[in-house]
């Protein structure tokens, strides 16, 4: 491929004066440089792979994880298989520290299997590694959203582009990170798989990234045109908006990565997956002109000024055309509830 944009970089910002507000409203990805630079998990992967899978080890609290395992042939590319009926890796529900010690087992092999434990909840599963390895969450957004915190550890692995339906820190702990973003605009020169099944719960690319064959994604080359890549060292922390596309490619034999998730809506309303799946069943196969109907009446309700289609209404008779609060978004979903199981 050629080279890509290099995502902006923003350095000399102190762990306590990280500028959310202000990443959240660029809406465009940032590399904050170094900021967690000074955790333990860094300090201890820069001595080595095996000083970071003790240290991570040691916060093992005893749950079983969900590990992925590939066969050296995938090359660390977690996907669909070749034929789409199913992906091209296992999982299973493993201790911790056993997933690790399969790691450790081939540190030094020219052609690994692939390991991967992806999205896994840190307080839950690794007790106690945020009291020393945690952004400054200081931002009054947080207080009503608190973020959700992850851990990623694995081999040099892929995961194939995708996207998340949250804002996201990505902190690169152990090894290096390489992310190549895509506005979500770019969705149809992507080539998206099957909905599912999934290789991480998101719908991820057909292209390989490794030898795009643009006889059959012609389109990627437009995509390429609108991206971007952020190298990672370790204490690098990688700011990007929801619904952007995003590879994540572990560079070492040993990685590891904490990651936040957040949304600013309020917890009460409802994911828009959901709504893309509805309009998959009650939309997309209608007539043309009726679809250019329902785009009308959805850009007028939905897409457009939020107080717009109740602008003209009294409040009394505004109902869930006014502000959603947690009780309008009850009322919504007994009446969607309601109709889908008549």
Not at 43 to 62: K, S, V
Not at 167 to 195: D, H, I, K, S, W
Not at 280 to 294: H, I, Q
């Amino acid at each position: 491929m050629t080279a890509l944009r290099a995502t902006k970089e923003i350095g000399g910002i102190a762990p306590d004066a990280i500028p959310y507000a202000a990443l959240l409203e660029a809406q465009e990805p940032a590399i904050l440089k170094g900021v967690a630079r000074h955790w333990p998990l860094v300090q201890r992967g820069l001595e080595g792979a095996e000083a970071a899978i003790a240290y991570l080890a040691g916060f093992d609290g005893g749950a079983r994880i969900t590990g992925f395992t590939g066969a050296p042939g995938i090359g660390g590319r977690f996907a669909y298989a070749d034929d789409l009926t199913g992906l091209n890796f296992a999982s299973e529900r493993v201790l911790l520290a056993a997933f690790l010690d399969r790691i450790r087992a081939h540190l030094d092999d020219a052609a690994p299997p692939s390991f991967y434990v992806g999205s896994t909840d840190l307080d839950a599963y690794l007790p106690g590694l945020r009291a020393g390895n945690d952004l400054v969450l200081n931002d009054p957004m947080f207080a009503a959203n608190p973020p959700l915190a992850s851990i990623w550890i694995g081999n040099r692995t892929t995961a194939a582009a995708h996207y998340d339906m949250s804002n996201n820190l990505a902190c690169c702990m152990v090894g290096r990170r390489r992310f190549t973003l895509f506005p979500p605009e770019q969705v149809a020169n992507l080539y998206p798989g099957p909905l599912e099944p999934t290789p991480g719960g998101q719908v991820v690319t057909m292209v390989d990234f490794r030898a795009p064959d643009f006889d059959r994604f012609p389109r990627f080359r437009e995509a390429l045109d609108a991206a971007q890549v952020a190298e990672l060292e370790p204490g690098d922390v990688l700011f990007y908006p929801a619904l952007w596309w995003h590879q994540v490619d572990a560079l070492d034999p040993f990685n590891a990565m904490i990651n936040y998730w957040w949304n600013t809506s309020p917890a009460f309303m409802d994911t828009p997956q959901n709504t893309l799946l509805h309009a998959l069943l009650s939309l997309r196969d209608r007539p043309e002109a009726e679809k250019r109907g329902w785009r009308a009446l959805f850009d007028y309700y939905v897409f457009g000024p939020a107080d717009r289609a109740g602008a003209h209404l009294p409040e009394h008779a505004s109902g869930a055309l006014g502000p959603l609060d947690e009780m309008k978004a009850r009322r919504l979903r007994a009446q969607l509830l309601n109709r889908l199981n008549r």
